[in-house]
Nanobody
Framework: QVQLVESGGGLVQAGGSLRLSCAAS????????MGWYRQAPGKQRELVAS???????LYADSVQGRFTISRDNAKNTVVLQMNSLKPEDTAVYYC????????WGQGTQVTVSS
């Protein structure tokens, strides 16, 4: 089992920045990919960014160039730095970890006002 605890999020004006952090515990050494997903009201959950244990990253087109994902394998943490935020980035953001199955954090609200 893997447990994920998120921190960060909140309310910010358009153009601002926020930083989301996620710490994994439990069988964290078995984690390959970590990432962030988001779900806006009435929409499906979507991938925002992911990073493998080796450091390979993947970003959604909508956040490319504005968001940066990073990872500390020694601390089992993943961080999403979000810059130039837009109102359409408003959503609940979920930390994700993949071993042989998917694990999810509890979610943290990000609200971007126009």
């Amino acid at each position: 089992q893997v447990q994920l605890v998120e921190s960060g999020g909140g309310l910010v004006q358009a153009g601002g920045s926020l930083r989301l952090s996620c710490a994994a515990s439990g069988r964290a050494l078995n984690i390959n990919t970590m990432g962030w997903y988001r779900q806006a009201p009435g929409k499906q959950r979507e991938l925002v960014a992911s990073i493998t244990r080796a450091g390979s990253t993947l970003y959604a087109d909508s956040v490319q160039g504005r968001f940066t994902i990073s990872r500390d394998n020694a601390k089992n943490t993943v961080v999403l730095q979000m810059n130039s935020l837009k109102p359409e980035d408003t959503a609940v953001y979920y930390c994700n970890a993949v071993t042989f199955q998917y694990y999810w954090g509890q979610g943290t609200q990000v609200t971007v006002s126009s």
